[in-house]
């Protein structure tokens, strides 16, 4: 938007962002099922059909961006192991978990589905990655002086390609984006309005409480996102809580029959103040916040659950019923 149309940074915030609101608000899964689908061949379209072969061969082909680019660029462990354990250790844990990503999981039609659509959306996510890898370094050949990094790819696109696919590839981009926004939107607002919401004021019309939940969530991202200005701190400091408090808590409770609720609660709030302290003091880029928060998730969530009440036999298998959908 900013590059294209000239908007200013806020303004392309809140129209593509409202528009990610209303379709949540309006439709819920139902919608996000559907954009995503259409999102879906945007992107394959935009980014590996037209993008990628146009902005390798403007850059001179592999061997001009060979000629032209560091040999870093081609070494996959040039940013050093250290660096590359705190990817890991930041997004591994953090997207296993995510709520964004388990709603699809259970909207599939059956569990051979669902394994193999997860595998087939892995792949598909690695090439994505791959496919993004080189767009950036054919970027650097072809605008070698870009004065913000962060315009590289419409910049790149406009460089790239003729004006008729520019619109096609930017829309791919900002599918990319919607299809995420959307996702999350709606995790957070179902967790708002059936776990919290519901357990302590009663369900009520479910669909109306998780549209206000969701338009409700969706007006504090928007605030927050014209707030905030370093995209990667931001999503440090949300993986490193999700990775650093959750992980332990959710997995555990998944495959582990002796856990409790009380276990996770206890594990998940006392860890994440770990998290967040640790963030504070050594900064936000130190894997140390992730470590220390699931070492101390996991002694609490395991000390706690022993020592608390375990969970009924008739709990355990109404939660079993709920989960094969037979309750």
């Known amino acids: 938007f900013n590059v294209i149309l000239g908007l200013s940074p806020s303004a392309a915030i809140l129209l593509a962002g409202g528009i990610v609101v209303l ?5 819920g ?8 689908i259409l999102q879906f061949i945007i992107m394959t379209i935009g980014i590996f059909f037209v993008l990628l072969p146009l902005a390798i061969s403007r850059a ?9 680019l560091p040999a870093s660029y081609f070494d996959i462990t040039a940013i050093g192991g250290g660096t590359i354990f705190a990817y890991f250790l930041l997004f591994f844990f953090g997207i296993m978990i995510g709520q964004d990503i388990w709603q699809r999981v259970f909207t ?17 996510c690695l ?31 406009k460089a790239a390609l003729p004006v008729g696919l520019t619109g096609l590839v930017l829309a791919a981009a900002l599918a990319a984006v919607m299809s995420t926004a959307s996702a999350t939107l709606l995790a957070a607002s179902t967790i708002l309005a059936n ?8 369900g009520g019309d479910r669909v109306r409480l998780s549209r206000i939940f969701t338009l409700l969530v969706g007006g504090v991202v928007l605030v927050l996102s014209l707030l905030v200005k370093d995209v990667v701190g931001a999503l440090t400091v949300a993986y490193d809580l ?10 555990g409770a998944l495959f582990w029959s002796r856990a409790t609720g009380t276990g996770a609660l206890v594990a998940m709030a006392v860890s994440s103040v770990v998290v967040v302290v640790l963030m504070i003091v050594l ?23 022993l020592l608390t009440r375990p969970t009924s036999e008739r709990e355990a298998a109404a939660w079993d019923r709920r989960v094969r959908g037979t309750a």
């Open 283 to 305: 900064g936000l880029f130190s894997n140390w916040p992730i470590i220390a928060g699931m070492l101390v998730s996991f002694v609490l969530f395991v000390g706690v659950s």
């Open 242 to 251: 999700l990775s650093g408090a959750l992980f332990v808590p959710i997995l």
């Open 127 to 157: 090439l994505y990655a791959v496919a993004g890898a080189l767009i950036g370094s054919a970027a650097k050949v072809i605008l070698p002086n870009l004065a913000t990094p962060d315009n590289a790819f419409a910049e790149v696109t």
């Open 29 to 36: 899964m139902w919608s996000i099922t559907l954009t995503d």
């Open 60 to 68: 001179g082909g592999f061997s001009g961006m060979r000629d032209t």
């Open 23 to 27: 379709y949540c608000v309006v439709g």
């Open 108 to 124: 599939a039609r059956n569990s051979v589905v669902a394994r193999w659509g997860g595998v087939a959306a892995g792949v598909y």
């Open 195 to 202: 776990d919290l919401y519901a357990s302590f004021f009663g």
